[in-house]
């Protein structure tokens, strides 16, 4: 990868802004297939999101993605609009070249493929990819102004490394979750710019708060971890996923709660079901006729021990053998266990979120190769009004509309 000149203006086919998993991409693919491209990115390191994901190990893909009906691993205001590019770049293209690279990986849980060593492995590939291409890389480098032409077919990109001239642009540049590794706004402002929608940025894939004195008896549980079923919405939004879920001092986390997350809207309540597949109310009434064991003891058998204390705990008709306790008491224990309704009070940002939902407008863009509105500027990866589900899904969008964006430029 070469450096910019002092001065001068430098042409380039192509800018790539954004040097994360879909700029990478992207810029590669482009560069290979003849075009000069310039990649060019603020920050001093590039993914700094493939680097912390999947514990260090990369969750890159999921091989459980529907080709045919991939939109509903997806949200936003159009979550068709990703079918295009998804199935066109399946998961099986970025796993075939993840092989050629000689990347050994494996299957973690519900189609999630991680690394066997560490993420950088990743980064390493997709910059081979750039180099391949003879991408042209300018970091840190930070755009100061974008400009169309006169004639409406170049753009000019004024940056701290001197004057640009491109015949398109790629935005890559992610959203506002994770801001300690360098999230920024810049796409949703330049899409406003050329008058684009930007659908209004939220955090997704985020831990759940519950403010207050309410939260006081369940923050005792904070660190605990086990399988529930949780589901909001009403009617045909309703949404549940079967997960792990996770107790902290201010509220819930764990996969359970990232997923429907990017489904929960402020003031609705979550449903949590302790016990998935357990008919707790006729277990707990067979335990009334035969046991002479406290309450909490029978319920330790169906749950974790210290949710069963906690629950029974805040009920003094059950501090007793579950044969005293009457039974509109264990009835309604059971009713907790398997419906528990608890409204969050917020989420945990953007410091705690995995990815923005939000973003520019999918009605301002092509679903075949991401160029918006304005004619040579195109949008991908996680800047667009596309949130995937939690595990390699979101990667698997930055790869596809990369894909799709580098085959049209």
């Known amino acids: 990868m070469s450096a910019p000149g002092s001065s001068g203006v430098s042409s380039f086919d192509v800018a790539v802004i954004g040097a994360g998993a879909a700029?990478?991409?992207?810029?590669?693919?482009?560069?290979?297939?003849?075009?000069?491209?310039?990649?060019?990115?603020?920050s001093e390191r590039v993914a700094e999101k493939i680097r912390i994901s999947g514990g260090g190990r990369a969750n890159f893909t999921n091989r459980e993605l529907d080709v045919q009906a991939p939109q509903r691993h997806f949200v936003g205001d159009n979550p068709n609009f990703c079918r295009?590019?998804?199935?066109?770049?399946?998961?099986?293209?970025?796993?075939?070249?993840?092989?050629?690279?000689?990347?050994?990986?494996?299957?973690?849980?519900?189609?999630?493929?991680?690394?066997?060593?560490?993420?950088?492995?990743?980064?390493?590939?997709?910059?081979?990819?750039?180099?391949?291409?003879?991408?042209?890389?300018?970091?840190?480098?930070?755009?100061?102004?974008?400009?169309?032409?006169?004639?409406?077919s170049r753009y000019c990109i004024e940056t701290d490394r001197g004057s640009v001239d491109a015949a398109r642009i790629v935005v890559a540049t992610g959203g506002l979750s994770i801001p300690q590794i360098g999230a920024s706004d810049f796409g949703y402002k330049l899409a406003a710019q050329f008058g684009l929608r930007v659908v209004t940025p939220r955090p997704a894939l985020v831990p759940l708060t519950f403010g207050g004195d309410a939260w006081a008896p369940y923050a005792e549980l904070a660190g605990l971890a086990l399988p529930v079923r949780?589901?909001?919405?009403?009617?045909?939004?309703?949404?549940?996923?079967?997960?792990?879920l996770l107790f902290t001092h201010r509220g819930l986390s764990g996969p359970a709660v990232l997923q429907i997350s990017s489904y929960w809207k402020p003031g609705a309540p979550l449903t949590l079901d302790f016990a998935p597949g357990v008919d707790v109310a006729a277990a707990l009434g067979d335990a009334k006729l035969r046991s002479r064991r406290r309450t909490a003891n029978e319920l330790a058998s169906l749950v974790p021990s210290r949710l069963a204390d906690a629950w029974v705990g805040q009920e003094a008709?059950?501090?007793?053998p579950i044969t005293e306790a009457s039974d509109k008491a264990i009835a309604a224990l059971s009713e907790r266990i398997a419906r528990w309704q608890i409204t969050p009070s917020g989420t945990e940002g953007y410091k705690k979120a995995e990815v923005?939902?939000?973003?520019?407008?999918?009605?301002?863009?092509?679903?075949?190769?991401?160029?918006?509105?304005?004619p040579g500027l195109y949008f991908i990866g996680e800047v667009v009004d596309v949130t995937g589900w939690l595990g390699g899904y979101n990667f698997q969008w930055a790869w596809a509309s990369a894909y799709a964006c580098a085959q049209a430029l």
């Open 84 to 152: 295009s590019a998804l199935s066109r770049y399946a998961p099986q293209r970025f796993i075939e070249l993840v092989q050629r690279h000689g990347i050994s990986f494996h299957e973690k849980h519900k189609g999630q493929l991680f690394c066997d060593g560490p993420s950088q492995q990743i980064i390493d590939m997709l910059l081979a990819e750039c180099a391949a291409g003879s991408v042209v890389h300018w970091q840190p480098c930070k755009v100061q102004e974008i400009a169309a032409g006169g004639d409406g």
């Open 23 to 42: 700029g990478l991409f992207c810029a590669g693919v482009a560069g290979q297939r003849g075009l000069k491209v310039l990649l060019l990115d603020h």
């Open 356 to 374: 923005t939902a939000g973003g520019v407008d999918t009605r301002d863009l092509s679903s075949q190769t991401m160029e918006s509105k304005q």
């Open 230 to 244: 949780i589901e909001t919405g009403a009617k045909k939004e309703r949404i549940a996923f079967l997960e792990d």
């Open 317 to 320: 008709a059950l501090q007793r």
